[in-house]
């Protein structure tokens, strides 16, 4: 589990600022994940990656922007942050679609 | 449409009796579905996949096509076993979660 970590863990920021989150897995595996959990909301999934330099939208992925421009790193950045923002994310790494998916402990954001 | 149906929000229910966490599935081809669960202050992590077939914390989970269901079971549930339970159709699509409560 050491394996995927997330930082920071905790963030308070406040509207319109830029906020980047991290996510840096040592296993290399191809895909990687970022979703927000909220309540009543379950996991939505915002961003994910095949591979290096391939990125592609989930669910809920107005407002954010991603890149991946080495395998181990998936930064996750709120170009201008709003307070709907305000949630726990969590990002995630498989080895391929189909298998185990490994999850980081998540960085709770808020946006006042 | 894909979708994930968990139809509890909250499963309350004594030590030693059984569990049962429902799943309801809407996807057009073969199905990858999985449990995943988070306890207290912890990350989420796989519980079960319905390609292993296999039992994990005494818990079981069959995929039933006809139904289109993945439904979670334990017989005799524990108060460890307290924590939110995820159905998830690959990594795209979740349910909201069941969170289970088990009373000593």
């Known amino acids: 589990d050491a394996g995927i970590t997330q930082s920071p863990r905790y963030k308070i920021t406040e509207t319109g600022r830029q906020v980047t989150l991290m996510c840096h897995q040592t296993w290399s595996h191809s895909y990687m994940f970022w979703y927000r959990q909220d309540l009543g909301h379950g996991l939505r999934l915002i961003y994910y990656s095949a591979a290096a330099d391939i990125t592609d939208k989930g669910e809920v992925p107005d407002g954010y922007v991603v890149s991946r421009s080495k395998t181990e790193n998936f930064p996750l950045t709120l170009e201008s942050a709003t307070r709907s923002q305000t949630s726990v994310y969590f990002c995630?790494?498989?080895?391929?679609?189909?298998?185990?998916?490994?999850f980081g402990p998540g960085t709770r954001l808020t946006v006042l | 449409a894909q979708r994930v149906t968990q139809p509890e929000k909250l499963l309350s229910v004594f030590k030693g009796a059984p569990v049962e966490l429902k799943c309801n599935y809407s996807y057009s081809g073969s199905p990858e579905l999985f449990w995943y669960v988070q306890y207290s202050r912890q990350r989420l992590q796989l519980l079960l996949r319905?390609?292993?077939?296999?039992s994990i914390k005494g818990f079981t989970a069959d995929l039933n096509k006809g139904e289109t269901s993945f439904h979670l079971k334990k017989p005799f549930a524990q108060e460890e076993d307290s924590a939110m339970y995820y159905c998830a159709l690959s990594a795209v699509i979740w349910g909201l979660g069941t969170s289970l409560a088990v009373n000593p």
């Open positions: 319905h390609i292993s077939r296999e």
């Open positions: 995630a790494s498989r080895v391929g679609m189909g298998n185990t998916q490994y």
